[in-house]
């Protein structure tokens, strides 16, 4: 692992998007051992979140509002999907400081989720 790397030991997921949430589960979990707490909603993730023990939020736009991410602000990494709809969103979003880096859904890479995660 290169230097100033670390793995996120535990991410919240919040999509709708059942397959999405499978493929990432396989990608991270399986692959990397990374515990996946998948739930559906802002207000499920609000609660999953209370719960504590998560390194990294992973949130899906739109499932997630660029106001409600400031939510999470303080406390982890927050790192976005969007489609490419939601790019402008999910932008700002990085530019107002409420997530790390966003990534583009279409075309997801095992690679690209992979950095992601482990840098956050």
């Avoid at 209370?50 to 991410?69: H, I, K, N, R, T």
Wanted: charged share 20%; hydrophobic share 50%; glycine share 8%.
């Amino acid at each position: 692992m290169a230097k100033g790397m670390r793995t996120a030991q535990s991410v919240l997921l919040v999509t709708a998007d059942a397959a999405l949430a499978s493929y990432i589960d396989s990608i991270l979990n399986k692959g990397l051992g990374i515990r996946i707490v998948h739930v559906h909603s802002f207000a499920e993730a609000r609660t999953g979140f209370a719960q504590g023990g998560f390194s990294a939020v992973l949130a899906d736009l739109p499932d997630v509002s660029v106001e409600e991410l400031g939510f999470w602000k303080t406390e982890v990494p927050v790192l976005l999907l969007a489609t490419e709809e939601a790019r402008p969103a999910a932008r700002r979003a990085v530019e107002e400081g409420l997530a790390l880096l966003y990534m583009i859904r279409d075309g997801l890479s095992p690679d690209t989720l992979i950095g992601a995660v482990m840098c956050s």
